[in-house]
């Protein structure tokens, strides 16, 4: 069913994401580690996924889990930051299961008639039309089982290789390995809770399924296979390492500095002692591999702290301030690699499916 601007006067909310229709209106949801941190991997992500698209014509999007319509807005941000003269006209089309989510979106896009939002289930209501890039944000896919995944992924890959298309398959998923969690580590599937919503009312809890590279890129492989449609390219994007919303919340690793407060503070020029944002050690039963980042990353993150720190004492507070934001920022979007380890993980698949 497709929702329209018209169909939006119903009132009220109810459900998951009923605190998340104030969250995503509420201009606080952008705060400076949203824009300084979280945006330029976001962008990275789409401008992956564009480079995979041959440019002529239209560039169509199906933004799956669209929820307010975020995709296209980021999307449209890239346009007008980046100013992408060759960023060809959008068509674009948003799924989602949540009506009053929907109902957001198409109030809030109203006047674009190159963007619709219909409602349906990612895992069977994948449109039989070629899209050239399956976007996903907010990890939508992390509401579905691994196995759901699995299938999910199978249909939509078969249905790329149906319309003898190349599309690009962007997956946004919770990071299995991220210290905002680091207690659930052992865990691949629990009950997370939105509780970092800018809203009076409470976020209930849901299962959600978390994912590390290895395991991100077995579920693509298996369904690349069931679906015959070869994937041509796969790169993958850790978001948020440090400075994830829980990291605020305490919720799932209580012992954690609430480095996302301390990182906004220190970008917005306010002074925060070093040893607030020391970055403490990982456990020594994480697999070799996340252990071995998290070693090479501590080092680099407190190096920042120690220099930052001699030099301070020269210079005005709120420029020590911004300069340390800086290059932690630089740390962490510098050792980024994609494993698993930040609050959201992202394959950029390319499917080949016109042999
Ligand atoms: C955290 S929100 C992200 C929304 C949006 N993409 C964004 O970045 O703001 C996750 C979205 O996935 C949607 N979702 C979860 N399971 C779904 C399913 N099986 N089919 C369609 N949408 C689903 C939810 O309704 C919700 O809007």
């Known amino acids: 069913m497709r929702i329209t601007a018209e169909k939006t006067e119903a009132p009220g909310q109810e459900g998951l994401y009923a605190p998340g229709i104030d969250h995503y209106s509420s201009p606080q949801r952008r705060d400076a580690v949203k824009k300084l941190w979280e945006e330029p991997v976001t962008f990275a992500i789409l401008q992956a996924a564009l480079e995979q698209v041959p440019r002529s014509g239209n560039l169509s999007v199906m933004d799956i889990g669209c929820g307010a319509g975020e995709g296209l807005h980021l999307l449209k941000a ?201 970055m403490p050690q990982v456990p020594d039963d994480a697999p070799d591999s996340i252990r071995m980042f998290y070693a090479g990353f501590r080092r680099q993150w407190n190096d920042v702290l120690d220099v930052m720190a001699q030099r301070a004492s020269n210079l005005p507070p709120a420029v020590a301030a911004l300069m340390l934001a800086r290059g932690l920022r630089a740390v962490e979007h510098k050792l980024a690699s994609g494993l698993g380890t930040g609050h959201s993980l992202t394959a950029v698949i390319t499917l080949d499916g016109r042999g």
């Open 78 to 278: 890239l346009r007008a930051t980046r100013s992408l003269p060759d960023l060809p006209r959008l068509s674009y089309r948003g799924l989602d299961l949540d009506e009053g989510l929907l109902r957001l979106a198409a109030r809030t896009h109203h006047d674009e008639d190159d963007a619709e939002f219909w409602h349906g289930d990612i895992r069977t209501d994948i449109p039989e039309e070629p899209f050239d890039i399956y976007l996903s944000c907010g990890v939508p896919y992390s509401h579905l089982t691994a196995d759901e995944l699995q299938s999910t992924l199978s249909r939509l890959f078969r249905q790329v290789k149906q319309n003898k298309a190349q599309s690009v398959v962007v997956i946004d998923v919770l990071g299995r390995y991220s210290l905002e969690w680091v207690p659930n580590w052992g865990l691949t599937r629990w009950p997370y809770r939105m509780n970092f919503f800018h809203s009076e009312q409470q976020a209930d809890t849901v299962p959600m399924t978390f994912w590390d590279a290895h395991t991100l890129s077995s579920c693509v492989r298996t369904a690349s296979a069931a679906a015959g449609c070869p994937v041509k390219r796969q790169r993958l994007f850790d978001r948020s390492i440090m400075v994830g919303r829980h990291t605020a919340t305490g919720q799932f690793n209580p012992g954690l500095p609430p480095y996302r407060l301390l990182v906004n503070r220190l970008e917005n020029g306010m002074a925060v002692a070093a040893d607030e944002l020391r």
